[in-house]
């Protein structure tokens, strides 16, 4: 057999293993990193081996590192599963190997890619004549719009960013939440602007902008290049910014608004959520991912900008030697070459249909509700958040009890999921993001969380 083929079938028989085994291993990995550094490495043996072999080696030594990701019980951070038909096109971008950033030369990709843009446009209630730049992430796609904006608020006060650069460039204000996600403040220091620069205003017990103390802002100094960055989806609690009253006020202050929906923005494509996101269409750019609610592999996101024209002046790139079209999906990003990471989403968005989509999340909510609510019967445990969306934040009564409860989680390996700070106390954050969670799934989570307590209250009053 062609060896192509043969490391492929190798592929092919590790990955469907892999699968069906997530059901029943251990949620978390059961190895560090070191540890597994000691099957998988050593010197670079001076010969090569067979493909089949390499590829078959690397699946048996990597095993004990593996988190249990496309199955139903993985909670942690906020993290999608893969749908079957995105998992299977995400190979056939490999081995398709195109280099997706000239549409000249890429034709299929260019296609693929910007029928999924418009797709996801549609389903949102997005202007499908939006530039949508598939990048690696939500924190990327942060960045593209955040550096757009700027861009392009600059441009309107006179100032040509690509050619003069920013330093001696006019002063340009970043309005952000108090809960905004941490990769807002990441994406501003890849643009020039600093922590300290930045104006936070205050945002109620569930993270939600309070429009009197972004009013007050515009207040204070009016006339500023001024770039508001709202939120669908704080990370903890998965609330939305109330944009039907900050989007407007923002707009009639000339700001450029920036919608962070990681995950959140997903609540559009469902007539039952929609109301959260309400108001979020009349923004300027948004930042959407897809390996999160919509369960794409790793690594796919959207940076969704209003204007192409913006997204371009910021991204457009040079070199005598590279072929231009009108519009070149390396006008929207800042990779030159790259996969074809929109081609994922085509399939997922084909296999689901829009009804689907918003089948999908309406149904990760209900896991979620299901989830708090097993969580409000179990004594000792209180839940946080309002539970509207994907996510559900808890704690039990001190924060030695939530962490050690975290750590016994991840050891016992029923289910992942993990901890952060909420208004100074320590949480436990659950983010059901997976097509693959039934009810059962959330059923055992909940056992083994109620069996976890019993044996830690044991253990300290023994
Ligand atoms: C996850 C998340 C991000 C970062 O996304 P990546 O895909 O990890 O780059 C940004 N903002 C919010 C609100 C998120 O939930």
């Known amino acids: 057999m062609d060896e192509r083929a043969s490391a492929l079938d190798a592929a092919h028989s590790a990955a469907t293993g892999f699968l069906a085994s997530v059901g029943s291993r251990p949620v978390w990995p059961q190895a560090t990193a070191e540890e597994l550094r000691g099957a998988l490495g050593g ?31 993985f909670f942690g951070f906020v993290t999608g599963g893969e749908l079957p038909a995105a998992l299977a096109a995400d190979w056939l971008v490999s081995a398709w190997d195109q280099n997706a950033g000239p549409g000249a030369a890429a034709p299929a990709a260019a296609a693929i890619e910007s029928i999924a843009g418009e797709w996801v446009c549609s389903l949102l209630g997005l202007p499908e004549t939006a530039g949508v730049g598939f990048t690696t992430g939500a924190q990327t796609s942060n960045f593209v719009c955040l550096a757009a904006a700027q861009h392009a608020l600059l441009r309107r006060a006179d100032w040509d960013l690509s050619r003069r650069g920013l330093r001696g460039a006019p002063p340009l204000r970043l309005v952000v939440g108090a809960d905004r996600h941490g990769s807002i403040d990441r994406a501003a220091r890849m643009c020039g602007i600093g922590r300290d620069e930045l104006v936070v205003v205050d945002s109620d017990a569930e993270g939600r902008m309070l429009p009197d103390a972004l009013a007050t802002v515009f207040a204070e100094r009016a006339g500023v290049p001024t ?6 989806g704080e990370v903890h609690t998965g609330a939305f910014d109330p944009f039907a009253e900050l989007v407007p006020m923002a707009g009639r202050h000339g700001a450029w608004v920036h919608i962070d929906g990681a995950f959140g923005l997903w609540a559009a494509a469902s007539p039952s959520l929609r109301h959260l996101t309400a108001g979020m269409e009349g923004a300027d750019s948004w930042t959407t991912d897809a390996h999160k609610t919509l369960n794409v592999p790793y690594d796919c996101a959207m940076a969704i900008v209003r204007d192409p024209a913006d997204a371009q002046a910021m991204f457009r790139p040079g070199g005598d030697y590279l072929v231009f079209t009108g519009w070149d999906p390396w006008d929207a990003t800042p990779e030159l070459s790259r996969r074809a990471r929109g081609v994922p989403v085509w399939a997922a968005l084909r296999s689901l249909g829009a009804a689907g989509v918003a089948e999908l999340v309406e149904r990760l909510c209900a896991r979620a509700e299901r989830l708090a609510a097993g969580l409000r019967r179990i004594p000792g445990v209180t839940v946080i958040n309002e539970v509207d969306y994907t996510q559900v934040l808890f704690r039990l009564d001190s924060d030695e009890q939530t962490q050690g409860l975290g750590a016994a ?14 208004r100074d106390r320590a949480v436990l954050r659950c983010s059901v993001s997976s097509w693959a969670t039934t009810e059962d799934d959330v059923d055992e989570t909940l056992v083994a969380i109620e069996r976890l307590m019993i044996a830690q209250r044991a253990k300290s009053n023994p």
């Not at 043996?45 to 496309?70: H, K, N, Q, S, Y």
């Open 43 to 73: 010197p670079l043996p001076e010969r090569g081996e067979d493909a089949a072999a390499v590829v078959t080696a690397l699946a048996r030594d990597a095993d004990a590192g593996l988190a249990a990701i496309p199955g139903g019980r």
């Open 227 to 232: 770039v508001v960055c709202l939120q669908a």
């Open 409 to 422: 989680i991840l050891a016992d390996g029923t289910a992942a999921l993990t901890g952060a700070r909420w």
